[in-house]
């Protein structure tokens, strides 16, 4: 049998020519078009390869008039950051959750609050303009944020870059981060620094409990008043802080 | 002679009826559901010299299934069936586990060497449980025996003739040594056996009598029934399509603009998942697979896909086609490939759901063959016939971003011009 009979068995006269790159650049409707063609948890290169080249489409699918549904945030996030990277001008959008995942160029103005800001992101830039929710800058590793404050869990597992938080943080902030330097205006809550392996984190002013517990790297200092049991059970790092409360670890440094 | 079929199925209803198999039906072939665990192995007991991997925890009924299977089979007692096996252990040894030399003759003048092969070495119906509790030594023993369908020790050969191949295997642990690559190559088939469900669990506290006195009510082959199978399975025609499909699945995963020769089993030390892929064309393309995975497959894929779709299809009594293509290829494919890790970390996957990975690039690249290739394959295949000039199809060519049509037809049209 000659090859070419061998193939027009295998499709009996059904030709329909496709091309690799074809998908990228499709015009995509909405979120739901997206997710549908994607799925609700794809990688960034998922997205990027169906997303629309022209920038006034991907405008029009940041901002819905509607908030994106729980299951289309992240489509939304990593929309977000195809934009700002491709934006020459810096890029002004609600701060909804996952905005800026993981953004690598390009600069990011986020209004309002939402959780997740800026997470996993490697370049770029990322202002706050207001107060940041939960997970903020969670696992970056380049690139940095300023935030006028945050709620738990921000900058987490961060393994470059730098934060700013011009005013205060709640609990868990910079858990387990081994690089990046955060710079903090006002006082945190419990456990900053908490599996802290390496990275810097400067606080003006106090600290709550449990600073650095358990960390095993890096810098921490407080210009205020650190709370109890800080540095307890530490196996490396420094910490330096104004004073400390009750039953803090030995090795911990006072600040001149 | 009756139909052999029939006595398969009456296999699979008494294994179901007497609690001995109750697993979930887990593989899809078109509308059919079958469970995957009892499937592959029955339609290995079909075809000769090819070998299926059992994976999974203990007991997940992975060596009593093979022995039951085995017992009808070759219409033996299960206990029998049993003592044709060996288990690995670090201890094991070539003597225990092929033969050793028969004391006897030293005292026989002029007699010539002989060796007292084990059952396991005699029998065609070979297991190997617990095959990753062996060293790698004794693994490297096991992939002489694939490789070469006979046992040779202190210059002695025996060829037990054509063989069915069992393995089973446990997930890594303390006890367990990592798997031969060249092995796991030649392990035709690898499918995951999974411990009952709910429903299957229920099922199976409703077994009053033990699994031997059980066995004894399976249906038995005749060896004049055992011996048509192989040829009742070559007897099921492929299509084109299949055909087709199974080829274009080999190059989707083998062909890397960066090895040598376009083929990605060239590839040593450098690897898509220590680096190669950043920069090319196809990096990060989800349409592409070849940076999907580190390995490309060898042509004894090729032919364990026709195979076993070959085998599955007369199990099932319907056509080879593609529907039985996309069930059985990626059972056939997972085990020999190392995914990258950014691909099979992201949800669904988790780093941990490997065969579902693999699953899904199965069918991305079935599809892509089956409704984006044709014009590509048909531009192709005209100029191999010389219907039109090679010349004029390379330049066609060319505009397709297809690495098939890039690093296969391009170059092999340019040879023939």
Redesign the interface.
Same mark, same amino acid.
């Given at each position: 049998m000659s090859l070419k009979s061998f193939m027009d068995d295998a499709y009996k006269g059904r030709t329909r020519a496709k091309r690799l790159e074809t998908r990228r650049g499709e015009m995509v409707f909405s979120l739901e078009d997206l997710a549908e063609r994607v799925g609700t948890k794809p990688s960034r290169s998922d997205v990027e390869a169906l997303v629309p080249g022209d920038r006034t489409l991907i405008m029009q699918l940041l901002a819905p008039t509607q908030e994106p549904k729980k299951s289309h945030q992240m489509l939304w996030g990593y929309l977000s950051s195809i934009a700002a990277d491709a934006s020459p001008v810096p890029l002004k959008l609600a701060a909804r959750d996952y905005a800026g995942l993981e953004l690598r160029h390009g600069t990011l103005i986020l209004e309002g609050t939402g959780h997740h800001l800026g997470e996993r992101m490697s370049g770029g830039k990322i202002f706050v303009q207001g107060p940041a929710g939960d997970y903020l800058g969670q696992e970056m590793s380049g690139g940095g944020i300023v935030a006028q404050s945050c709620r738990d869990y921000a900058l987490r597992n961060m393994r470059g870059g730098f934060a700013v938080l011009r005013g205060g943080a709640r609990n868990y902030l910079g858990v387990g981060n081994y690089g990046g330097r955060i710079v903090l205006r006002g006082s945190c809550g419990e456990r900053a620094g908490w599996l802290m392996r390496g990275g810097w984190l400067r606080i003006a002013g106090d600290a709550g409990d449990y600073l650095g517990l358990l960390m095993s790297g890096g810098k921490i200092v407080v210009r205020g008043q650190a709370g109890k049991r800080a540095g307890w059970r530490r196996k490396g790092g420094t910490i330096r802080a104004r004073g400390y409360g009750q039953e803090a670890a030995d090795g911990v440094l006072g600040l001149d | 002679m009756p139909d052999p079929r029939k006595k398969i199925a009456a296999l699979i209803r008494s294994l179901e009826d007497l609690r001995l198999h109750v697993g979930r039906k887990d593989l899809s072939v078109g509308e059919e559901n079958v469970n995957a665990q009892l499937y592959f192995p029955l339609a290995n007991a079909c075809l000769r010299g090819r070998a299926v991997l059992l994976y999974g925890g203990m007991g997940a009924n992975k060596t009593t299934l093979v022995n039951l299977l085995g017992s009808s089979f070759l219409a033996l007692d299960l206990d029998e069936v049993e003592n044709l096996m060996v288990t690995g252990h670090p201890e094991q040894t070539e003597e225990k586990i092929i033969g050793f030399l028969d004391p006897r003759q030293w005292s026989r003048e002029g007699s010539e060497t002989s060796v007292l092969w084990t059952p396991w070495a005699r029998s065609r119906w070979k297991l190997i449980n617990e095959i990753n509790r062996f060293p790698s030594g004794k693994q490297n023993l096991f992939l002489e025996i694939l490789q070469k369908r006979k046992i040779s020790y202190a210059g002695q050969i025996i060829e037990p003739g054509d063989t069915c191949y069992f393995a089973t295997m446990n997930p890594e642990f303390s006890a367990t040594y990592p798997m031969d690559e060249a092995l796991l190559d030649r392990i035709s088939v690898c499918v995951p056996a999974q411990q009952p469900d709910f429903l299957a669990g229920l099922a199976l506290a409703e077994r009053e009598k033990s699994v031997r006195e059980l066995a004894r009510s399976l249906p038995r082959f005749t060896p004049q029934e055992f011996d048509a199978l192989p040829g009742l399975v070559a007897s099921v025609r492929l299509?084109?399509?299949v055909?087709?499909a199974i080829l274009c699945l080999l190059r989707d995963f083998t062909l890397c603009e960066r090895a040598p020769g376009y083929d990605k089993t060239q590839l040593s030390g450098a690897r898509p998942s220590l680096g190669l892929c950043p920069g090319c064309h196809?990096y990060?393309?989800?349409?592409?697979l070849c940076w999907q995975v580190d390995e490309g497959l060898s042509d004894r894929v090729r032919q364990d896909l026709r195979d076993f779709c070959r085998a599955l299809a007369f199990l099932l009594n319907r056509d080879a086609d593609v529907d039985v293509l996309r069930a059985v290829a990626p059972y056939v494919i997972w085990h020999r490939l190392t995914p990258v890790r950014? $691909?099979l970390e992201? &949800?669904?996957y988790y780093g941990a759901r490997k065969l579902a990975f693999v699953s899904e690039l199965v069918e991305k690249s079935i599809n892509r063959t089956l409704?984006?290739r044709?014009?590509?394959?048909?531009l192709?295949?005209?100029a191999?016939?010389g219907?039109i000039d090679t010349g004029k199809a390379v330049q066609e060519l060319s $505009?397709?971003?297809? &690495?098939i049509a890039r690093m296969d037809f391009i170059p092999a049209l340019e040879r023939m011009r």
């Open positions: - | 299509s084109s399509r055909e087709l196809y990060n393309n989800p349409e592409s950014s $691909a992201r &949800p669904p409704n984006e044709s014009e590509m394959n048909l192709f295949s005209q191999v016939d219907e $505009a397709f971003d297809d &690495p």
